[in-house]
């Protein structure tokens, strides 16, 4: 008789990362689990009924919780008070639930900029709480921060309670992830809220369409600030794939950093120069030309942060070259252009 597959919850299933972990799963044809993936059309989290209600439907063995009220810096600023509230219901609803409906991982996702505002630098897993997040966005970061002070307090209630699990060797493993800049298919390109990558590339495409409509040869690249600030930006689709090794994995309740190297940390001039470079190979006939606007601040120079705890577990992971995912990003984002969200 054929053994049941464990059944995995994905919340935020239709966002950037839960559409990366559902892309992999299709190309992989992973049969070894069943993945559900949920968004708010499925239910809303922070609502602890509906939250509920999910749980109920699907009866899940693992779960990889992503879902989050997330925003750039100004939404942020706007609704510290909403980030923080909606964030810690959501990751109060689904952890407790996790807990409730036996399930054997959990695994969850910081971010690095809920990292201390004064700290040095590489940053790594034993610094989340050693200091205020920046203050633009201390809602959202102190509810992620929540997430790590959960996962220790059921890691101690499994602990204490380990006869009611089976045995130590069966408890519950409650844990979570840090990832870099993540990109990719399916992010926002909104011009007003959206990252950096998908912002420079809807950016870059508005600027070809306005060349074509002039019948120019030139199009103009805007980029905010002195394009010099550095980052460690991570291909939607390595993400998934670490998430999914998390899972299957990663046993430590302590968060694991999920990022590209220190050396492949890239300026946001390079960046726009990948995304300047694609659009310019598509069309051959208009040059694209890279202008830097210094009216708008730079933010943080650098925030580099260490994979080495990634790197012990998985020396030889290949991540995806930037100018190769930013060139599939371009072309899913033509592609998709009439429903990608903007
Ligand atoms: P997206 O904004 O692309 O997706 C957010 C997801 O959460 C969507 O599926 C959304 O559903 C769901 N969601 C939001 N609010 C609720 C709610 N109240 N109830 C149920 N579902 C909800 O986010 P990303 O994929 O970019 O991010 C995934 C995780 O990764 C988040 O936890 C984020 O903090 C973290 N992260 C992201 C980084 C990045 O650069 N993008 C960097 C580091 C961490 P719907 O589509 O229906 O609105």
Redesign the pocket.
Known sequence: MATEQPIVLV????????QAIRTIIEQESNAKYQFIFV???D????NPDEARQIFEKYRPNYVIH?????GGLFRNLKYNLEFLR?NLA?NDNVLSLAKEFRVRKCVS?????IFPDKTTYPIDETMVHLGPPHHSNFGYSYA?RMIDVLNHAYSDHFKNNSNDYGGSDKLPIFTSII????FGP???FNLEDS?VIPGLIYKAYNAIQDAKLKNSNTAKLLVFGSGRPRRQFIYSLDLARLILWTMENYNEIEPIILSVDENDEISIGEAAQMVADTFQRSYPDIRMEIQYDTNYSDGQFKKTASNAKLRQYLPEFHFTPMSDGIRDTVRWFITNYDVARK
């Not at 992503?66 to 997330?70: D, F, P, T």
């Not at 996702?109 to 900029?113: A, G, I, N």
């Open positions: 919340t935020g299933g239709s966002g950037l990362v839960g968004s708010t059309k239910g809303d989290l922070s992503l879902a989050a009220m997330v909606t959501i996702c910081l971010s690095t900029c992620k990832p870099t800049n993540v399916y992010d926002n990252h």
